[in-house]
């Protein structure tokens, strides 16, 4: 009964999590797609309504209640900690604004355990200020405290960040999470303290499986100022989500020198390949690889990684953007009076597969050929891709017999 029960829950999770999704689809996707990750207009959710705090001048303070003063406060200072005499008129504004002066200045001026003692100076002697200064200094993800001062949004991601101690074990703790995190999800205000408080839940978001969320939450944190190690796991969480694209995009905001390394240049052309993008990765091979002296092992096939390798699979390129001519005629070059090695038998596979549909006798030639060959210079990995793409000919000639010899051997 119980089982059952998780089944029924973790149905309904699924499906609030597609409708969720697809609400904030476009929203989603503006953010980690933008060239730019921070806001248009710096604003913070006060539980009641978004106050503009892009000039600081200009925000206003006698419209809003005490509470949303200190959101907003909070909020400021988490966002121009480096302007302190722009700041100094703000505070005098505000209705408790002997505690904001007498704790931001320590806040500000001291070394983190002066500053620390400090605080807790003014907090015993009753500056409410300083005890949320402190609360922030001394912020532990095992301890509940409440961290409404800081606005709806941070207060519920915290309390995310609490249930994620522990990797979440059924699907109603996962529905928990996403609902505590919906604000800051949907909603491009500030996320005050978010890098202090907040900087390892997108991880946490990623190892139990939303990574989507991880990159959106990620790229939330850094509204106020970049972050480079935050921002270094988004691509990893975009692949993980199937966004290529704006995974290579990441990389590439992040890493200037991507391109001159031949190992993340081969990775930006895989991401490329599986984002259908074939013109990018031909162009990641003509530009950065044609004549890179790369090494290693290939993620997707398992052979080593060569010149001739990376342009073998530039040719299945050609292929992809619609010029089998020119991709054969490049396989040809690869191949005639060489001798047989990895890169020559992966090349001649790659032609059984240029050829499969148009000349299928040819292509399972082609195969039959290269099983034989790698099997004499134990080359096993192209003897098995060979002899199923030889399986898979015959099959197609009607010769059931045959490629089952070849799918059990």
């Keep these: 009964m119980c089982d059952r029960l998780e089944k029924r829950r973790q149905i309904a999770f699924r499906i609030l999590r597609r409708l969720f999704l697809t609400v904030s689809f476009f929203f989603i996707f ?35 209640s005490f509470d949303e003063q200190q959101v907003v406060a909070f909020a400021v200072l988490s966002r121009y900690q480096t302007q302190t005499d722009s700041t100094v008129s703000f505070y005098n504004k505000l209705e408790n604004s002997e505690d904001w002066q007498s704790a931001v200045s320590p ?18 002697k ?36 609490q249930l994620l101690l522990k990797p979440a074990s059924t699907a109603l703790e996962l529905q928990k999470v996403i609902e505590l995190l919906q604000l800051s999800l ?24 939303l990574p989507l969320e991880a990159a959106i939450l990620a790229r939330a944190l850094q509204r106020q100022k970049a972050n480079r190690t935050i921002e270094k796991n988004v691509a990893d969480f975009l692949v993980l989500v199937g966004d290529f694209k704006g995974a290579l995009k990441a990389k590439e905001a992040l890493d200037p020198m991507l391109y001159r390394n031949s190992n993340t240049a081969i990775e930006a052309m895989s991401w490329s390949i599986l984002g259908k993008d074939y013109k990018g990765a031909f162009d990641i ?13 290939d993620t997707w096939t398992g052979l080593s990684i060569s010149r001739d390798f990376l342009r073998v699979r530039s040719a299945g390129l050609l292929e992809l953007l619609g ?43 082609v195969a039959e050929d290269i099983t034989f060959r790698a099997q004499e210079s134990d080359h096993y990995r192209l ?13 197609r000639q009607g010769k059931d017999y045959l490629a089952w010899i070849n799918f059990t051997k």
Excluded: C, W
């Design 186 to 209: 949907t909603d491009l205000g500030d996320l005050p303290f978010g890098q202090q408080l907040l900087h390892g839940l997108p991880l946490k978001l990623s190892q139990n499986g």
């Design 323 to 365: 010029n089998s001519k020119e991709a054969l005629l490049s396989l040809e070059n690869l191949t005639r009076d060489r001798q047989f090695d990895s890169d020559t038998g992966y090349a001649r596979l790659m032609q059984s597969q240029l050829l499969f549909e148009d000349k299928l006798n040819l292509a399972e030639q």
């Design 30 to 64: 503006s953010i980690l797609n933008n060239g730019s990750i921070f806001a248009n207009n710096a604003y913070v959710f006060t539980g009641k309504k978004n106050v503009s705090i892009d000039t600081i001048d200009s925000i206003p303070v006698n419209n809003l």
């Design 126 to 161: 009753g500056n409410l200020v300083a005890g949320r200064l402190l609360q922030i200094e001394e912020y532990s993800p095992d301890k509940s405290d409440s961290f409404s001062f800081l606005g709806p949004a941070m207060n519920s991601a915290i309390q995310a960040n």
């Design 285 to 297: 091979h003509s530009k950065y690889l044609s004549n890179s002296k790369p090494s290693g092992v």
């Design 107 to 124: 806040y500000l001026k001291f070394s983190q355990s002066t500053k620390v003692s400090q605080l807790k100076l003014l907090a015993q």
């Design 383 to 395: 003897e098995f891709f060979a002899t199923v793409l030889d399986g898979l000919a015959l099959q």
